[in-house]
């Protein structure tokens, strides 16, 4: 079985059908059917397999070019597999059983269709469906607005997509159990294990276990982003920016790169550096502090931006 609420292949099931009795699919293709493969396939003289079809709709699913080529025939019937399920779930077969047959420009509107639809979805599970990468879906999500209060993964589980109250829970519990697993305070606290691992790391760092931009989320009433559990410490992503030519060769990258490797700090290396501050420049280095910090925050927005406006 799947996800609740999608549609699963019953493949046990399979009979003739009249050919009118069918409802046309909703193609995934941009281009719509490929006549020249319709009359390739009705030439061809090959048997045509089963036909998907949603039984509570009779809607074709997976098929339309062989339906179109029985036809072309001059079949009056042809073989059915029948599949379950809610209607608004068709859509979303039909582009995971198409999938490998289409074009990125195909995925990627067939993507933003099912975020409009299915926001609840989670950016794995809507990856999963139209062959796409998750960051890609994730982009997608912040374009065409497809936000939810929760999100369902592929495993089926529910999880909230502002995890602000499940974060503080979290950071509860590691305070009181300092000696329980990861997985036993996620369970507990309703979050992913690297959310613990995260907000372990920020108490361990002296910092409130739910980040600033969630806060502030929560105070404005809106969702808040999906925190980022794990990023790439400094020491491993400035060797792989140092490599790419279109940094190095470039007057704005190599820039770039002069104020990632100036100003780059790993989690919790300033904590050392804390302690020997002067106390007459501790409040001028943290203004310094707090003041490039929201000038990389900004910047870091405006790439996302730019990103996700390409990518649209």
Same mark, same amino acid.
């Given at each position: 079985?799947g996800v609740p609420?999608t549609?699963s292949?019953?493949?046990?099931?399979?009979m @003739?059908?009249?050919?009118?009795a069918? @409802?046309p699919?909703?193609?995934p !293709? @941009?281009g719509?059917f490929?006549?020249?493969f319709v009359r390739?396939?009705?030439s061809?003289?090959a048997q045509?397999?089963?036909?998907?079809?949603?039984r509570?709709?009779?809607?074709?699913?997976?098929?339309?070019h062989r339906?179109?080529?029985a036809?072309?025939?001059?079949?009056?019937?042809?073989?059915v597999?029948y599949?379950?399920?809610?209607a608004e779930?068709?859509f979303g077969?039909s582009?995971?059983?198409?999938?490998a047959t289409?074009s990125t420009?195909?995925r990627?509107?067939?993507a933003?269709?099912?975020?409009?639809?299915h926001?609840?979805?989670s950016?794995?599970?809507?990856a999963?469906?139209?062959?796409l990468?998750?960051?890609?879906?994730?982009?997608?999500?912040?374009?065409v607005?497809?936000?939810?209060?929760?999100?369902v993964g592929?495993d089926g589980?529910?999880?909230p997509?502002?995890?602000a109250a499940?974060?503080?829970?979290a950071g509860?519990?590691i305070?009181?159990?300092p000696?329980a697993?990861?997985r036993?305070?996620?369970r507990a606290?309703g979050v992913?294990?690297?959310?613990?691992?995260?907000?372990r790391?920020?108490?361990s760092a002296?910092?409130d276990p739910v980040?600033?931009?969630?806060?502030?989320?929560e105070r404005a009433?809106g969702?808040?982003?999906v925190?980022?559990?794990?990023?790439?410490?400094?020491?491993?992503?400035l060797?792989i920016l140092?490599?790419?030519?279109?940094?190095?060769f470039?007057?704005h990258g !190599?820039?770039v790169?002069r104020w990632?490797?100036?100003?780059?700090v790993a989690?919790g290396e300033?904590a050392t550096?804390?302690p020997?501050v002067?106390s007459?420049?501790?409040e001028?280095?943290a203004d310094m502090?707090r003041g490039?910090?929201?000038?990389?925050?900004?910047?870091?927005?405006?790439?996302?931006?730019?990103n996700?406006?390409?990518?649209?």
């Amino acid at each position: 079985m799947g996800v609740p609420g999608t549609i699963s292949v019953g493949a046990w099931f399979r009979m @003739l059908i009249d050919i009118n009795a069918l @409802l046309p699919a909703e193609s995934p !293709r @941009l281009g719509g059917f490929s006549e020249e493969f319709v009359r390739s396939l009705a030439s061809s003289g090959a048997q045509l397999r089963p036909i998907v079809v949603h039984r509570p709709t009779m809607r074709v699913v997976d098929g339309a070019h062989r339906l179109k080529a029985a036809a072309l025939r001059g079949c009056r019937s042809v073989e059915v597999e029948y599949v379950d399920g809610p209607a608004e779930d068709v859509f979303g077969l039909s582009v995971s059983m198409n999938v490998a047959t289409l074009s990125t420009a195909d995925r990627e509107a067939a993507a933003r269709r099912l975020l409009r639809s299915h926001p609840q979805r989670s950016d794995r599970a809507i990856a999963a469906s139209t062959g796409l990468a998750a960051k890609s879906v994730g982009v997608l999500r912040r374009a065409v607005g497809g936000q939810a209060a929760v999100r369902v993964g592929r495993d089926g589980k529910v999880r909230p997509v502002n995890s602000a109250a499940g974060r503080r829970l979290a950071g509860q519990m590691i305070t009181e159990r300092p000696d329980a697993s990861l997985r036993d305070i996620a369970r507990a606290a309703g979050v992913s294990p690297g959310t613990v691992r995260d907000v372990r790391r920020r108490l361990s760092a002296g910092l409130d276990p739910v980040p600033e931009r969630m806060r502030a989320a929560e105070r404005a009433g809106g969702d808040a982003p999906v925190a980022r559990t794990e990023v790439r410490a400094p020491g491993a992503t400035l060797p792989i920016l140092r490599r790419d030519p279109s940094l190095r060769f470039t007057e704005h990258g !190599r820039l770039v790169l002069r104020w990632l490797e100036t100003h780059a700090v790993a989690p919790g290396e300033w904590a050392t550096v804390v302690p020997g501050v002067p106390s007459h420049c501790r409040e001028l280095v943290a203004d310094m502090a707090r003041g490039c910090a929201e000038a990389w925050a900004e910047m870091a927005e405006a790439l996302e931006r730019e990103n996700q406006r390409t990518a649209v």
